[in-house]
């Protein structure tokens, strides 16, 4: 178990509609990641928050959306959801950022129909 | 990422053999990360090495960071059942603050 949790752990859902994810990070994290893995992309780097701040921004569409909260859970907003939106989504944390260990969630999986 | 290159893609050894996976950077690396993941399941932190060339064990696994080759290794001694899955290395270079994985080795070990 790493510390970090995510909900829900599975999430079936329709094209074109909207779902929210949610992190819980580590006691003691600052640093919140955000990961899509799908069989043909692999795992690709969305966005990090860093003790409410955007800090880094990756491969993430326009239609999804995050946010860190004062008590440092995060939030991954994702709307319009098409098919190709169907992956695993974990979230990762860390104390800060810079050359430390990312701990990663056991991930929700979304599969939209 | 194909700034990332992981080798081989899958691997089958039979119970009690060495094994040997290998990760290699188009760019410079800063950090080198592994992790492993039982499908669909989270990633487990497994060792982390840093630029300037690296080498770190954990029971049976050992992994080294080649700073002139930008290449990393992860070497199983006596594999056993417990080692089977899929090992990521993940890159940090320096430029930001997130991590760009390679796509995968799975290994399956045979009893």
């Known amino acids: 178990d790493s510390g970090v949790t995510q909900t829900p752990k599975h999430l079936i859902t329709a094209t074109g509609q909207r779902v929210t994810l949610r992190c819980s990070p580590r006691?003691?994290?600052?640093?919140v990641y955000w990961y899509q893995q799908s069989l043909d992309q692999g795992l690709q780097f969305l966005i990090q928050?860093?003790?409410?701040?955007?800090?880094a921004k990756g491969n993430i569409l326009e239609r999804f959306s995050a946010q860190q909260f004062p008590d440092l859970h995060s939030e991954l907003n994702l709307s319009s959801l098409e098919l190709g939106d169907s992956a695993l989504y974990f979230c990762?944390?860390?104390?800060?950022?810079?050359?430390?260990?990312?701990?990663f969630g056991p991930g929700t999986r979304l599969l939209v129909l | 990422s194909q700034e990332l290159e992981q080798s081989p893609q899958s691997l089958i050894v039979q119970e009690g053999k060495n094994l040997t996976i290998n990760c290699t950077s188009s760019?410079?690396?800063?950090?080198l990360y592994w992790y492993k993941q039982k499908y669909g399941e989270g990633l487990i932190f497994l060792m982390m090495l840093q630029k300037g060339g690296e080498e770190k064990s954990h029971e049976k696994i050992t992994a080294k960071l080649d700073e002139k080759k930008q290449q990393s290794s992860l070497h199983i001694t006596a594999s056993q059942p417990s080692h089977a899955g899929i090992y990521l290395c993940g890159a940090f270079y320096g430029d930001d603050y997130k991590l760009s994985f390679g796509a995968g080795t799975t290994v399956t070990v045979r009893a």
């Open positions: 760019k410079t690396l800063y950090g």
């Open positions: 990762a944390s860390s104390v800060a950022g810079v050359l430390e260990t990312q701990y």
């Open positions: 006691s003691g994290d600052l640093s």
């Open positions: 928050y860093y003790n409410g701040e955007e800090r």
